[in-house]
């Protein structure tokens, strides 16, 4: 599922596909990891990473992404 959001006044308001400047995928569709790899040029083996329960959650900062 992917949900669209924008900041408006330092307020967080429901956006739309054509019209966000947030996008947050939960459990994603192969469709929508198919965007991630993309549009974000994420790799599979990242993907599968983040998603995985028994990854011990982390932030990891790389040249183009975090």
């Known amino acids: 599922?992917?949900?669209?959001?924008?900041?408006q006044e330092g307020l967080l308001h429901e956006g739309s596909p054509d019209n966000f400047s947030i996008r947050i995928f939960s459990a994603p569709t192969a469709a929508e990891l198919e965007i991630l790899?993309?549009?974000?040029g994420l790799k599979q083996h990242?993907?599968?990473?983040?998603?995985?329960?028994?990854e011990e959650p982390r932030l990891e900062i790389h040249e183009g992404h975090l």
């Open 1 to 7: 599922m992917i949900r669209y959001y924008n900041l």
């Open 46 to 54: 990242k993907l599968v990473s983040a998603s995985d329960p028994d």
């Open 37 to 40: 790899k993309s549009e974000y």
